[in-house]
């Protein structure tokens, strides 16, 4: 058991560009989840999944895209990347029904100048 | 609107219980109450979780009140390396209440 993987671990992005931050679990989690913290805040809640072929947005969802075709994978795509997406995210899964917990993954660390 | 509310921040000695609480007022009856912890940079792990009655596992204890309007996460044994923010969070199985949503946390620091 892997767990949650996310790829890549770092990246810089200029602006304007785009790219997709990939994420995978081998648990058969239902839910899956992607976060991202800015430094010295909290995690905030970009986009999530309760299933395959269902998302929903989170509090943040702007400038971000997200698909969930398989259980296993959740990729979040950034489109036009701006200096304000420069962030640590994570992405995080989790069993449905039931009150279990998350697993989360080591996140990926986005710089965009 | 937050559905929690924690201190900013607390200390406590190495080797001493650490006692983290938590506001949740307006907790719904179909809520459990979760706690995490981020250390330094890493991702979130999971504690502990619980719906009314007290809970423990090899990591820490969670007492919650009998109204379920407050909380309080317990290290018995609180050791350097329990430093760390710790998340209080609430959250339904189910539902448009069932995501997981992060407030700011307790920043705890545990002293030599």
């Known amino acids: 058991n892997a767990g949650v993987t996310q790829t890549p671990k770092f990246r810089i992005l200029k602006i304007g560009q785009s790219m997709t931050l990939q994420c995978t679990q081998d648990m058969n989690h239902n839910y899956m989840y992607w976060y991202r913290q800015d430094p010295g805040m909290g995690l905030k809640l970009i986009y999530y999944s309760v299933g395959a072929g269902i998302t929903d947005k989170g509090e943040v969802p702007n400038g971000y895209n997200v698909s969930r075709s398989t259980t296993e994978d959740f990729p979040l795509r950034l489109e036009l990347a701006a200096p304000s997406q420069t962030s640590v995210y994570f992405c995080a899964s989790s069993y449905n029904p039931g009150s279990t917990e998350a697993f989360f993954g080591q996140g990926t660390r986005l710089t965009v100048v | 609107d937050a559905k929690t509310t924690q201190p900013p921040s607390m200390d406590c000695a190495e080797g001493r219980a650490a006692n983290l609480p938590c506001n949740h007022s307006?907790?719904?009856?179909?809520?459990?109450v979760y706690w995490y912890r981020q250390i330094h940079s890493q991702g979130p792990q999971y504690i502990i979780h619980?719906?009314?009655n007290n809970e423990t596992n090899e990591m820490a204890s969670l007492i919650i009140t009998e109204d379920r309007k407050s909380s309080t996460l317990i290290l018995p044994h609180a050791t350097l390396r329990d430093t760390a923010v710790y998340y209080c969070i609430v959250r339904s199985i189910t539902g448009a209440n069932s995501k997981l949503t992060f407030g700011k946390g307790i920043t705890l620091s545990v002293r030599p």
């Open positions: 307006t907790i719904s009856g179909n809520e459990y």
């Open positions: 619980g719906l009314k």
